[in-house]
C-alpha cells in the first residue's frame, strides 16, 4: 500500500466497549476511513445516539449486519463481537478480499478441539482457523505482516504472556511452575447489564472469579507451550476490581538457576523487548501500577527475583481496552500494512 492510500475500515459490533475505542483510535488515525458500523441490536441507531459525545468523530448510522454490504465497502473488517459469532462470517470476508482483525476468542487457537472445549460451538471452519495468526506483534511480528486473519489476544493472556514471553523462551523457569494473579478493571467485562457489576456490588470490593477454569487460561497455555518449545500448564486467576479499567498480572515462576539476581532479569527482558515500542521494560525496583498505562497502548513490566524462593516475579500493567483489545488490533494492522505500528496509537495517557 502505498503511503497516502486510505484503508477503508468497517466495524461490526461497534456499540460495545471494543467497538467505542476502535472508533476513536480509527478517528485519529492518518490513513484510516471508517465507513461502516455494523451490530444488529443497535441497527438504525446512529453512533451518536449510544455515544452521543463521539458526535463530533462520526456521523455513521449502525447498520444490520450484511457480508455482502461489508465486503462492498471495507478492505479491512474488525469483528468485535461476542465469542462464537466472528466464525460464522470471517471465512465469507476472507473470499472476499478483506483482511479480517477477530477482537473475540474465535481465531486465538490453532487447535479447534481446545476451542470447543473451552467455548463450545460446532465449528466448520478448520481451513479458515488454519490460516489466523495470532495477534500479538512482540511475538508473532513477522507472521501478522503477512496475514489476511488476525486473531487478537485477550487482554489477560496479553499482559500475562509479555510478562512470561522471556522467561519460556530461553527456558529459565522450571516448567509448570507458573502462577498467574491478576486483576482487572470492570470494563473487561463489557456493557452488558450484570448483577455483579452494579456499582453497589463491585465496589470497595475485590473479587476472585473463574478460579481453575477461565476461558483465557487455555490461551495462555497454547502460547507458552509454543514458546517454551514443550506442552505447559499454568494457574490463572483472575480478580475483578473496583475501578473502570486496566489490568496488573504478576506472575511467580521457579527459576532453574537461582543464581541469578534482579538486574541480570532487567538485562534479559530489556534485550528481549528491544525492538518492541509498546512494551517498557522498568528500571530496576520500580514496578507498574495500572493507572501508567490507562488510555494508552503500552504495556509496562516490571522484575524481581525473591532469592529466598528462587523465583521469578514479573509484574504487567496494561490498559485492558487498548492493548488488551481495541489498541493491539490496530497495532496490527499496521504491521499488516507495512506502516509503523505506533502509528494513530496513543504512547503516554492522562495522569494522575
Known amino acids: 500500500m502505498g503511503e497516502l492510500e486510505t484503508v477503508r475500515v468497517g466495524i461490526v459490533g461497534a456499540s460495545g466497549y471494543g467497538g467505542v475505542q476502535l472508533v476513536r483510535l480509527i478517528r485519529d488515525h492518518p490513513q484510516l476511513d471508517l465507513v461502516y458500523l455494523g451490530g444488529d441490536s443497535s441497527a438504525g441507531k446512529p453512533f451518536s445516539d449510544l455515544y452521543p459525545h463521539l458526535s463530533q468523530a ?5 447498520e444490520s449486519v450484511d457480508v455482502d454490504t461489508i465486503a462492498d465497502r471495507c478492505q479491512v473488517v474488525f469483528l468485535s463481537l461476542p465469542n462464537g459469532l466472528a466464525y460464522q462470517m470471517a471465512p465469507r470476508l476472507l473470499e472476499k478480499g478483506c483482511k479480517v482483525l477477530d477482537l473475540s476468542a474465535d481465531y486465538r487457537f490453532s487447535n479447534l478441539e481446545t476451542y470447543k472445549n473451552w467455548y ?32 487478537c489476544p485477550g487482554c489477560y493472556p496479553t499482559a500475562s504472556i509479555l510478562a512470561l514471553a522471556p522467561l519460556l523462551k530461553q527456558g529459565m523457569i522450571v516448567p509448570n511452575s507458573a502462577i498467574i494473579d491478576a486483576k482487572s478493571g470492570i470494563s473487561g467485562a463489557g456493557r452488558q447489564a450484570k448483577t455483579n457489576l452494579l456499582l453497589a456490588e463491585a465496589d470497595n470490593s475485590v473479587a476472585a472469579y473463574g478460579v481453575g477454569r477461565h476461558r483465557h487460561t487455555p490461551e495462555i497455555e497454547s502460547i507458552g507451550s ?28 521457579t527459576l532453574r538457576d537461582p543464581g541469578l539476581v534482579r538486574e541480570d532479569l532487567v538485562t534479559i527482558y530489556t534485550a528481549f523487548y528491544r525492538n518492541s515500542p509498546w512494551v517498557r521494560v522498568l528500571p530496576a525496583g520500580v514496578f507498574p501500577q495500572t493507572k501508567w498505562a490507562m488510555n494508552s497502548n503500552m504495556c509496562y513490566l516490571g522484575v524481581e527475583i525473591d ?25 496490527c494492522l499496521n504491521i499488516m500494512m507495512g506502516w509503523d505500528e505506533t502509528l494513530g496509537l496513543p504512547e503516554l495517557g492522562f495522569y494522575p
Open 58 to 62: 462520526t456521523d455513521l448510522i449502525i
Open 120 to 151: 463450545g460451538g460446532d465449528r466448520a471452519d478448520a481451513e479458515t482457523a488454519a490460516v489466523a495468526v495470532y495477534g500479538l506483534p512482540e511475538l508473532y511480528r513477522d507472521r501478522i505482516k503477512d496475514a489476511q486473519l488476525v486473531g
Open 226 to 253: 509454543d514458546l517454551a518449545g514443550q506442552d505447559i500448564l499454568v494457574q490463572f486467576t483472575p480478580h475483578l476490581m473496583p475501578m473502570v479499567r486496566g489490568i496488573l498480572s504478576t506472575v511467580y515462576a
Open 307 to 331: 532469592q529466598r524462593t528462587d523465583r521469578a516475579i514479573v509484574i504487567s500493567a496494561i490498559d485492558n481496552l487498548l492493548k488488551g483489545q481495541a489498541g493491539q488490533a490496530i497495532q
